[in-house]
C-alpha cells in the first residue's frame, strides 16, 4: 500500500472524502447542452485567487505611506525578483476580470438565467461586479501616481453632488477636504482588507444559490413558454443523465481558465502598458494637474453620463436608476420565456443599453 | 486728404499714452510694463519685443528687465534708473549680465581665448547667441557665417565635427531614458549621470583649445557609452522577458487545446 493511499484512506475514515467527490465533482451533473459560456464562473474564480495571491505578494514591498508609496511600487517594478511580473499581473489582471465579469453578466442576461428561481444569484452577481469595480477604483490610488491621484480626485469630487451629506461625505472617503495621506490609508484598509473579504463572503453566498437551485440549462427555441415548475416549494434542479463535473465540465472550465491566463499573459508580455498612461509613472504632485485625466475603461460610461447631464446630481441619480434597474432586473422581468430570440423587447432593451454603454465609454475616452 | 506728418517724440509720446490705457484697461501692466509699453512701439523701441516673444527666454519666463534692470510693475517708473534700470548693457559688461543666471558657462567664457579678448575686439555672448531671438544652445551656433565674423573657420570646424557624435549620442539616450521613464523603468541613476555629461559637454562649447575639445569629448563619449549600455541591458531584459511569455502563452494555449480535445473525448 502506497503512502498516499494510506493517507487516503486515513482522511477517508474520519471525513468520508469519497462521499463529498461522488456528491460535489462525478455526481454533480450539469446539463448536456451545457456551453462554453457556463465557465465564466470558474474563470472569475480563478482570477480572484489570483488577485489575491499576487495582492499578497505585493504587500510583502508595498509601503502605504504618501511619502514612500511611489518609490515602493517603483522598486516592486525595477528591485525585486519577479516584482514586475507580480505587479503586472494584479494590475492587468484587475481589468481582464471587470471584464470577465461583464461577460459573465452578459451569458447570464441573454440566456435568461437570472430568472426564478435564481434572482438571488443575480443579486448577488450585480452586487460582487459593483464590489469589484470597487476594489479596483480603491486599489487604483495606492501606487501614489499622478494619474492615481488625480482619478480619485474625479471620482471622490462626484460624491459631493449628493444632496445635504454630499461635502461630508468626501471628506468622510478622504479623510479630509482634499485626497492626501488620510485617502491612502483608508483606501489601503478598505482594499486589502474589507473588500477582498467582503467578496470572498459573496462569492460564498453566490456559489451556495448555485448549488442549491442547481445550475440553468441553456435556453433552446424550443422550450415550452411557461416553465414546467408547479407550485412554490423548494426544487433542486438535476439534471438527470447530464455529465458530470468531474472530468467533463472541469476540463472545460481548464480550457477557459487556460486561455484566460494566454490572454493575462498576453497583455503583461506584450502590451504591457496597455492599462496604464504615461501619468502612471509620476509621483503624485497636488500642485501639478495633468491635461486629460481619465478614469479606468469601465468607469468611462458612468463619467460620460456626469458630464452630458448639466448638473452631477442629474448624472448621479440617472445611474442609481439604471443600476437600480438592472440589481431588480428579476423582479421585473418575470416571464418564463428564457430564448432570447422569442423575447424581442428584451432584446432591443438589452443590445441598445449595451450599445449605450460602449457608446459613452468611447465617447468619455475621446471627449 | 491732408498728409499730416508727427515728430517721433510726438509717437512715442502717444504710443506710451496709448498704451498705457490699455495696460490699465487689460490689467497687464501689474504684468510686465516693458512688453505692453514697447509692444505697440514703433520702429527700433518696438522691434526687440517679437524677436524676444520668440527667444527661449520668453518660453522660460525670462523678461526684459532681467537684462536691463528697472521695475516692469510700475509702469510711470520701469525705467528710472532709482528702479535699477541699465539700458542696453555696455560691451564688456555683457557677459557679466548673461552670467548672472549662466554662471558656469561665464566662467567658461572669461577663461576662454574668446573672453580673454573682451573689450579689446573679442566676442561677446550677443555675438553668437543673438541679443533678444536668443535661441536654445546647439552646436547649430557654431557655423561658417558666425565665425567668420572674426577669424577662419577652420579650427571651429574641427571641434565641432569632435562634438556632432557627442551631441547626436547625448540626444539619443535622452529620447530613450525618456522612453524608459514612460515604462516606469528606474531610469534616475542614468538620468543623472546623462545630466553630469551634458553639463561636461556644454562647458566645451565656450572652450575654443580644439586639442582639449578633442579629448573630453572622447572622455564624456565614454561615459554616454556607459549609460548606453545600461539601457541596452534593460532593452535586452525585455526582448527576453518577451521570448519566455511567448512560451508561456504557446504552452497555455496548448494546455487549452488539449483539455478541450480530452474533455470532447468524455463528452462523446
Known amino acids: 500500500m502506497t503512502l498516499v493511499r494510506k493517507l487516503y484512506d486515513w482522511v477517508e475514515v474520519r471525513l468520508g472524502i469519497s462521499e463529498v467527490i461522488e456528491k460535489e465533482m462525478t455526481g454533480y451533473l450539469l446539463p448536456r447542452t451545457i456551453n462554453n459560456w457556463y465557465s465564466l464562473g470558474s474563470v472569475l474564480l480563478f482570477a480572484f485567487t489570483l488577485q489575491v495571491i499576487s495582492g499578497i505578494l505585493l504587500l510583502i514591498y508595498y509601503v502605504p505611506d504618501a511619502d514612500k508609496a511611489f518609490k515602493s511600487v517603483s522598486v516592486i517594478m525595477n528591485e525585486i525578483p519577479f516584482g514586475w511580473l507580480i505587479r503586472l499581473c494584479h494590475a492587468v489582471g484587475s481589468n481582464l476580470m471587470v471584464a470577465t465579469l461583464f461577460l459573465h453578466m452578459f451569458s447570464v442576461l441573454f440566456m435568461g438565467s437570472y430568472k426564478k428561481p435564481r434572482e438571488l444569484q443575480w443579486v448577488s452577481g450585480f452586487t460582487l461586479l459593483n464590489l469589484v469595480m470597487g476594489i479596483s477604483l480603491t486599489g487604483y490610488l495606492l501606487p501614489w501616481s499622478q494619474l492615481s491621484f488625480w482619478a480619485t480626485t474625479v471620482a471622490t469630487n462626484s460624491v459631493g453632488a449628493i444632496p445635504v451629506i454630499g461635502e461630508y461625505l468626501v471628506e468622510f472617503v478622504r479623510g479630509g477636504k482634499l485626497v492626501g495621506p488620510p485617502t491612502l490609508g483608508r483606501f489601503f484598509a478598505v482594499h486589502v482588507a474589507v473588500l477582498p473579504l467582503v467578496i470572498a463572503g459573496l462569492i460564498g453566498a453566490h456559489l451556495f444559490f448555485l448549488k442549491r437551485t442547481g445550475i440553468s440549462a441553456p435556453p433552446t427555441r424550443n422550450d415550452p413558454a411557461t416553465t414546467t415548475r408547479q407550485g412554490s416549494s423548494y426544487h433542486y434542479d438535476k439534471h438527470e443523465g447530464g455529465i458530470p463535473f468531474f472530468p467533463n465540465f472541469f476540463l472545460h472550465d481548464m480550457t477557459s481558465v487556460s486561455i484566460y491566463m494566454a490572454c493575462l499573459l498576453g497583455v503583461v508580455f506584450f502590451s504591457p502598458y496597455l492599462f496604464f498612461t504615461p501619468d502612471s509613472f509620476v509621483p503624485a504632485n497636488p500642485f501639478q494637474t495633468p491635461a486629460h485625466i481619465k478614469p479606468e475603461w469601465y468607469f468611462l460610461a458612468n463619467y460620460q453620463i456626469l458630464k452630458i447631464f448639466p448638473s452631477e446630481i442629474i448624472g448621479l441619480t440617472v445611474q442609481g436608476a439604471g443600476m437600480t434597474f438592472i440589481a431588480l432586473l428579476p423582479f421585473v422581468d418575470r416571464g418564463d420565456g428564457r430564448y432570447p430570440l422569442k423575447r424581442p423587447l428584451f432584446m432591443v432593451c438589452s443590445l441598445g443599453g449595451i450599445a449605450m454603454f460602449i457608446a459613452l465609454s468611447i465617447w468619455g475616452h475621446l471627449s | ?268
Open chain 2, 1 to 268: 486728404m491732408i498728409p499730416v506728418r508727427i515728430s517721433a517724440p510726438i509717437r512715442i509720446l502717444a504710443t506710451l499714452l496709448f498704451s498705457l490705457a490699455v495696460s490699465v484697461a487689460t490689467g497687464h501692466a501689474q504684468e510686465n510694463s516693458c512688453v505692453t509699453c514697447h509692444g505697440a512701439m514703433p520702429g527700433k523701441y518696438g522691434a526687440p519685443v517679437p524677436l524676444w516673444k520668440s527667444s527661449i527666454h520668453a518660453e522660460n519666463n525670462v523678461f526684459c528687465h532681467e537684462c536691463h534692470g528697472g521695475d516692469p510693475k510700475d509702469l510711470g517708473n520701469a525705467m528710472k534708473p532709482d528702479r535699477g534700470f541699465k539700458g542696453v548693457p555696455k560691451e564688456t559688461a555683457i557677459p557679466e549680465t548673461c552670467g548672472r543666471c549662466h554662471v558656469g558657462v561665464l566662467k567658461d567664457f572669461l577663461g576662454s581665448a574668446h573672453g580673454k579678448r573682451l573689450g579689446s575686439g573679442g566676442p561677446t555672448c550677443v555675438t553668437c547667441h543673438g541679443n533678444h531671438a536668443v535661441k536654445k544652445a546647439s552646436l547649430e551656433i557654431i557655423n561658417e557665417k558666425t565665425c567668420t565674423k572674426c577669424h577662419t573657420y577652420e579650427r571651429a570646424r574641427l571641434m565641432k565635427q569632435a562634438m556632432q557624435e557627442t551631441e547626436g549620442m547625448i540626444t539619443t539616450l535622452d529620447a530613450r531614458i525618456e522612453s524608459l521613464k514612460l515604462q516606469g523603468k528606474a531610469s534616475e541613476t542614468m538620468e543623472q549621470g546623462l545630466f553630469n555629461a551634458r553639463n561636461r559637454f556644454h562647458t566645451l562649447f565656450h572652450n575654443v583649445i580644439a586639442e582639449k575639445v578633442r579629448s573630453e569629448s572622447a572622455a564624456i563619449k565614454k561615459d554616454l557609452g556607459t549609460i548606453g549600455a545600461q539601457i541596452d541591458a534593460i532593452e535586452q531584459a525585455e526582448q527576453k522577458r518577451k521570448m519566455v511569455g511567448a512560451a508561456a502563452i504557446g504552452g497555455l494555449l496548448l494546455a487549452a487545446l488539449l483539455f478541450r480535445l480530452l474533455g470532447k473525448t468524455y463528452d462523446n
